[in-house]
């Protein structure tokens, strides 16, 4: 209990009671909620009487604070009661809860075991020897982040607060935690969690599956190992000393991560989640999560760690009897595995239904990871809602390139609504589909498609002729690097748009083997030197030379907007370089991936 007073001076004359109170002892009392439940309690008062919130302050009176420390903390971490799976006088095996750090944990503790068997190092522990925390172990968005943490109590290796946790888990992850009640209890656990005599089994769902050595199983019928199979471990991996057994629980199909494996996995004691963590990042197989030396999935990176703590065994200390106990996984485990199925089989129809589409009526399988490109079979795909032909020439369009459209079509009616006919120049158009799709939307609208491959302009052709276009677009050989080289480029474009390659060249090979088809795709539309930005560094250097040429015939017209595609995490880098004209904004794909920048030409000094 704290007991603090004050009295008001003239400045605070005609001040309510709560403002008072917040404005003397608000590192004590921390917000406006906990000041109400101190003034709800009883626990302010001037002159000597309880006051209400509300109360008119006169100079002179004095107002006093019993601040109950122990309320406060029950009206945080009393609300919400842990899960005991086993619980006697000297120990308990408690569910932690994801969401909650080990810290806040411990905390909620004496509210949830049997306050009758909890030794107290004074009847009022927690009232007299712990202040309202000062900061808390990680920041929350819930009500706890009110009271902050003592930074010196340690979540993992046995606070003096009794009862306290032996052995910790991210806050991120929930399972099954040992709870010391009674001191020498507490240095008891250490010891065997130190020893190694605590068993625990934790369940991961990690990305990718494990491969057979099929020169040792020369007779495996699947290339993966199945449910029930126990892994060998690596050695050489990081932290393989700290894994005693994996064995594979399931394995699921994913579009993102080609497979999902879950694992259950014991770590020799007294080895926890971050070890298991590691040794996984290092075999290439990370856990699904947003923690440290873990690794999202597209479509889930808002939905914390995939690990859990669903099996601890050890033998009790006093009673010298097997305690052994289980915690179900995670209801979200399942609804991963049951997202990434689902996603899967709707791929798959959506697969089928492009090549009927085809003309492939009778096709009843298609495995995309074996087979060449669905667009290469058929020879066209869609693209904002058009289709074009393609071929091994030609880069197959995405979805996410749509993007680049719409921010032209965007960009057309803010800053060129009256400008007519409007001229757009497409740099490595390929099969002319970004290109051809901006003018279908355009009416009137002229364009020029450059590349340097001819093949690639022959489809390019076709497209523009199928879709009526061919009178008001050309199609030529250029290089991105040398604009300036051909005359009927100087046309004062009012509209410059360009989907370079711009995957790293330096890891081709692992790209090609992570994106599924990509292989079959002309590396010269993929992939740039110079960690992925040569391309862009070449399309600014004849730019930036268009823009200083003093001659009246011009690549853009002096109100001219570059329009890019860029890769995940290269805004800043492209933006550098440039830096020459004016960053008009960014704009983000349907996955809220930062997908195109757009510049302009900048203002004549």
């Given at each position: 209990?704290?007991?603090?007073?004050?009295?008001v001076?003239?400045?605070?004359?005609?001040?309510?009671?709560?403002?008072?109170?917040?404005?003397?002892?608000?590192?004590?009392?921390?917000?406006?909620?906990?000041?109400?439940?101190?003034?709800?309690?009883?626990?302010?008062?001037?002159?000597?009487?309880?006051?209400?919130?509300?109360?008119?302050?006169?100079?002179?009176?004095?107002?006093?604070?019993?601040?109950?420390?122990?309320?406060?903390?029950?009206?945080?971490?009393?609300?919400?009661?842990?899960?005991?799976?086993?619980?006697?006088?000297?120990?308990?095996?408690?569910?932690?809860p994801?969401?909650?750090?080990?810290?806040?944990?411990?905390?909620?503790?004496?509210?949830?075991?049997?306050?009758?068997?909890?030794?107290?190092?004074?009847?009022?522990?927690?009232?007299?020897?712990?202040?309202?925390?000062?900061?808390?172990?990680?920041?929350?968005d819930?009500?706890?982040?009110?009271?902050?943490?003592?930074?010196?109590?340690?979540?993992?290796?046995?606070?003096?607060?009794?009862?306290?946790?032996?052995?910790?888990?991210?806050?991120?992850?929930?399972?099954?935690?040992?709870?010391?009640?009674?001191?020498?209890?507490?240095?008891?656990?250490?010891?065997?969690?130190?020893?190694?005599?605590?068993?625990?089994?934790?369940?991961?769902?990690?990305?990718g599956?494990?491969?057979?050595?099929?020169?040792?199983?020369?007779?495996?019928?699947?290339?993966?190992?199945?449910?029930?199979?126990?892994?060998?471990?690596?050695?050489?991996?990081?932290?393989?000393?700290?894994?005693?057994?994996?064995?594979?629980?399931?394995?699921?199909?994913?579009?993102?991560?080609?497979?999902?494996?879950t694992?259950?996995?014991?770590?020799?004691?007294?080895?926890?989640?971050?070890?298991?963590?590691?040794?996984?990042?290092?075999?290439?197989?990370?856990?699904?999560?947003?923690?440290?030396?873990?690794?999202?999935?597209?479509?889930?990176?808002?939905?914390?760690?995939?690990?859990?703590?669903?099996?601890v065994?050890?033998?009790?200390?006093?009673?010298?009897?097997?305690?052994?106990?289980?915690?179900?996984?995670?209801?979200?485990?399942?609804?991963?595995?049951?997202r990434?199925?689902?996603?899967?089989?709707?791929?798959?129809?959506?697969?089928?239904?492009?090549?009927?589409?085809?003309?492939?009526?009778?096709?009843?399988?298609?495995?995309?990871?074996?087979e060449?490109?669905?667009?290469?079979?058929?020879?066209?795909?869609?693209?904002?809602?058009?289709?074009?032909?393609?071929?091994?020439?030609?880069?197959?369009?995405?979805?996410?390139?749509?993007?680049?459209?719409?921010?032209?079509?965007?960009?057309?009616?803010?800053?060129?609504?009256?400008?007519?006919?409007?001229?757009?120049?497409?740099?490595?158009?390929?099969?002319?589909?970004?290109?051809?799709?901006?003018?279908?939307?355009?009416?009137?609208?002229?364009?020029?498609?450059?590349?340097?491959?001819?093949e690639?302009?022959?489809?390019?052709?076709?497209?523009?002729?199928?879709?009526?276009l061919?009178?008001?677009?050309?199609?030529?050989?250029?290089?991105?690097?040398?604009?300036?080289?051909s005359?009927?480029?100087?046309q004062?474009?009012?509209?410059?748009?360009?989907?370079?390659?711009?995957?790293?060249?330096?890891?081709?090979?692992?790209?090609t083997?992570?994106?599924?088809?990509?292989?079959?795709?002309?590396?010269?539309?993929?992939?740039?030197?110079?960690?992925?930005?040569?391309?862009?560094?070449?399309?600014?250097?004849?730019?930036?030379?268009?823009?200083?040429?003093?001659s009246?015939?011009?690549?853009?017209?002096?109100?001219?907007?570059?329009?890019?595609?860029?890769?995940?995490?290269?805004?800043?880098?492209?933006?550098?370089?440039?830096?020459?004209?004016?960053?008009?904004?960014?704009?983000?794909?349907?996955?809220?991936?930062?997908?195109?920048?757009?510049?302009?030409?900048?203002?004549?000094?």
């Open positions: 209990m704290k007991e603090l007073e004050a009295t001076l003239e400045q605070d004359n005609g001040s309510r009671a709560w403002k008072f109170v917040m404005q003397h002892w608000k590192a004590i009392v921390q917000s406006r909620e906990h000041m109400r439940k101190c003034f709800k309690r009883g626990e302010v008062s001037v002159n000597g009487s309880v006051a209400e919130v509300t109360k008119l302050l006169s100079t002179g009176d004095v107002v006093q604070i019993k601040f109950n420390t122990r309320a406060a903390h029950e009206s945080i971490y009393g609300r919400e009661k842990l899960t005991v799976l086993y619980e006697d006088e000297e120990l308990a095996v408690v569910v932690k994801s969401g909650k750090t080990m810290v806040a944990f411990g905390y909620m503790l004496p509210f949830s075991l049997r306050p009758s068997s909890i030794q107290m190092a004074r009847s009022d522990d927690i009232e007299e020897t712990d202040d309202l925390p000062d900061a808390e172990e990680e920041e929350d819930d009500e706890e982040n009110e009271f902050q943490i003592q930074q010196n109590v340690s979540p993992t290796v046995g606070q003096q607060r009794i009862p306290c946790a032996t052995h910790g888990l991210e806050k991120a992850s929930n399972g099954l935690v040992l709870v010391a009640k009674t001191t020498e209890m507490r240095s008891t656990l250490m010891k065997m969690h130190d020893n190694g005599e605590i068993n625990r089994i934790f369940r991961v769902i990690c990305h599956a494990w491969k057979k050595d099929t020169a040792s199983d020369s007779v495996a019928t699947s290339l993966h190992y199945d449910a029930d199979s126990t892994l060998s471990i690596d050695a050489e991996c990081l932290d393989a000393k700290c894994i005693q057994s994996i064995k594979v629980v399931s394995i699921t199909e994913s579009n993102a991560a080609e497979f999902l494996t694992l259950d996995i014991q770590p020799f004691s007294p080895f926890l989640g971050i070890n298991i963590r590691r040794y996984l990042m290092s075999t290439q197989h990370p856990v699904v999560g947003n923690s440290g030396n873990s690794k999202p999935l597209k479509a889930n990176r808002d939905k914390g760690l995939f690990s859990a703590v669903i099996h065994d050890f033998i009790h200390p006093t009673l010298s009897t097997l305690i052994s106990l289980d915690l179900e996984e995670p209801t979200k485990f399942q609804q991963l595995r049951a990434e199925k689902k996603a899967c089989e709707r791929r798959q129809q959506n697969d089928l239904e492009e090549l009927r589409k085809g003309g492939l009526e009778n096709v009843q399988n298609f495995n995309r990871k074996t060449r490109p669905i667009a290469y079979i058929i020879g066209e795909k869609e693209f904002f809602g058009m289709r074009f032909k393609v071929s091994p020439a030609t880069l197959i369009p995405r979805s996410s390139t749509e993007t680049l459209v719409k921010a032209t079509l965007s960009m057309k009616e803010e800053r060129l609504v009256y400008k007519s006919p409007i001229k757009v120049l497409d740099v490595g158009t390929g099969s002319g589909c970004l290109l051809l799709a901006i003018m279908h939307s355009i009416p009137g609208s002229v364009g020029v498609g450059v590349d340097i491959s001819q690639a302009l022959n489809i390019a052709v076709i497209n523009s002729t199928e879709h009526n061919s009178e008001r677009t050309s199609f030529q050989i250029g290089d991105m690097g040398r604009l300036q080289d005359s009927d480029l100087l004062a474009f009012d509209i410059l748009v360009c989907n370079p390659p711009y995957l790293d060249s330096s890891k081709s090979a692992k790209l083997s992570t994106f599924v088809g990509t292989e079959y795709e002309p590396p010269v539309a993929l992939f740039a030197e110079k960690e992925g930005y040569s391309a862009y560094e070449m399309l600014a250097e004849s730019i930036e030379q268009d823009l200083k040429s003093t009246p015939h011009v690549i853009l017209a002096p109100h001219g907007l570059v329009i890019l595609e860029i890769g995940n995490g290269m805004g800043r880098r492209v933006r550098e370089i440039f830096s020459f004209m004016k960053f008009e904004r960014a704009v983000a794909d349907s996955q809220d991936c930062e997908r195109c920048l757009v510049f302009s030409v900048a203002p004549q000094a």
